[in-house]
């Protein structure tokens, strides 16, 4: 497929239009990558120039933000996906969070939206197999999306082989049972210990009963939601949060586009976002 | 001049021509130069590369200017100590106290032209770029 | 192994009562403004709650249940803070009109033509959810009256967006009209390339 034509004026409001919506940043030395995936989406709209595109895009029509993102990003889930939130969370952020426990006190871990459920396994097998203080301390891992069948496929917990092309054979053998040519299930252990919960995220109020978490993964969805969403999803994890928790977004999403009513913090391995300490009042 | 000693600045304005006005200006008297769309992205962008100098727009989305830099000012060391040229519309005299008040060291009033911008961020950076 | 699993949640009690504004925690008070986004009747109660809140987070939450109920009076609610002294109310009051884009919308010619310049700049701002004609409409006329060059400079950020060919003529005349403007000619510059190029492609 040919890059498409637009000079370059209409590349950098493009850009521009992308930087404000979501904070990506593309210079001209991704010029090219971003023509090949404007160039696939024209073709895919039926759009006749750059012009007509453009203000599809610009207009969201037919849900063409969403659609003009993915083809930026790796939408498949897998395994072990942005594991260097994965290393922070077991450098950093549980360290963090132990100081505030009681002795007992279980760790709650959120993933939402889980789709198939791949994040909230990684997240139970990377803290088995790299937090040397696993034993010491009761972990809650909860997966939750909105599409009850996807929730279904996670309680099942099987997937192919792309699905696991992160993890070393080591972690699949300890983990997975082989069920058939290129097919494996989480093992019983393993799926009873991950509780999958229905939510909407974009309700106001929805997200209460699932108490509060002292870290929450909530990758690629956001950006998606307009600004109204945004600002009730926002809220429904902050509830969703217990003062000092912290919350991970998708490496293409900056909170800066969604919500001031979170901290931001660095580490080492990741940018993370945080309920301030003293709760509401900030 | 060498890369070592060239001096960057973070330039925070919602507006992308005003953006690219000042960009423009910066990196022809030889500064380096990053963007913030707004007060959340700027402490993001400090975060993962301090700056010496910020250049604030007031009036922008989800985080304006002077919460910004009373956040910028509660920081650890070095980048609380970053100087901090605002350059808003805003001309209210509680527009300057409230700037005052946030830990701003200049303020000046748009429309600023590429020239009057250089000479403050040289003022600011001590030597110049 | 040490995960461990809970029963489902529990769904939340819809008899439990209603939290209140006075007198509460910010926690509370917090709970109030999120529990009203379902009730246009709260309007005159979170308009009122805005007005005193001294806490950033709550402000938040009153102003997205404001935007959720989307009501003339709701508007109005949220556009009493567009003139505010304090930037950041200011900013929370735009970011909740940009949360209700259709009935902000019907205010945008008045607020364009605000005696208040500051005001008619945050107007141009909120117009980057209007695409053309109707956007053509609604800045046309200002590039060729507006006497502030900086309210011009915000119609032309968004032009320079969302803008079509038919507004090239306009933008060339208010050029000519702050000649002496550099930042002004260097936007009208960009935005009229941005525009011209969108014709031939």
Known sequence: MKPSQETDEEFRRLCDFLYRRTGMIFTDSKRYFVQRRIAERMGATGSASFASYFARLRSDIAGEIEQFINAFTVNETYFYREDHQFRCLTADLLAARLKHKTPGEPIRIWSAPCATGEEPYSIAIWLLENWPQVDAYDVEIVGSDIDTAVLAAARSGRYGRRALMRLSEAVVKKYFAPIGPDAWQIIDELRQSVAFTPVNLSEPGQTRGHGVFDVIFCRNMLIYFDDASRRVAAENLFENLAPGGYICLGHTESMSRISPLFDVCRFADAIVYQKPAGGAHG | ?129 | MPLIRRPSPAAPDPAAPAPAFTGGTAEERWAAARAAAGSAEAVPTLAAALATEPDMRVREAIFTSLALIDTDASVQAVLAHVRSDDAGMRTAALDALRAMPRRAGRHLPALLRDPDADVRILACDLCRSVAPPELHALLGPLLETEPEANVCAAAVEVLADGGGPDILPALSRCAARFGGDPFLAFSIRIAAARIAAQRCG
């Open chain 2, 1 to 129: 001049m060498a890369e070592a000693v060239r001096r960057r600045v973070l330039v925070v304005d919602d507006a992308g021509l005003v953006r690219r006005y000042y960009r423009e200006a910066l990196e022809a008297a030889g500064y380096l130069v990053d963007e913030a769309l707004n007060g959340l992205e700027a402490l993001e962008k400090l975060l993962l590369q301090p700056a010496d100098l910020v250049v604030v727009d007031v009036n922008m989305p989800q985080m304006d200017g002077f919460t910004f830099l009373k956040a910028l000012r509660r920081q650890a060391a070095p980048l609380c100590a970053i100087p901090a040229l605002v350059i808003s519309t805003e001309s209210g005299p509680q527009d300057f106290a409230a700037a005052q008040a946030a830990g701003a060291n200049f303020y000046l009033v748009k429309p600023v032209s590429q020239a009057t911008l250089t000479d403050y961020a040289d003022l600011m950076c001590g030597a110049g770029a």
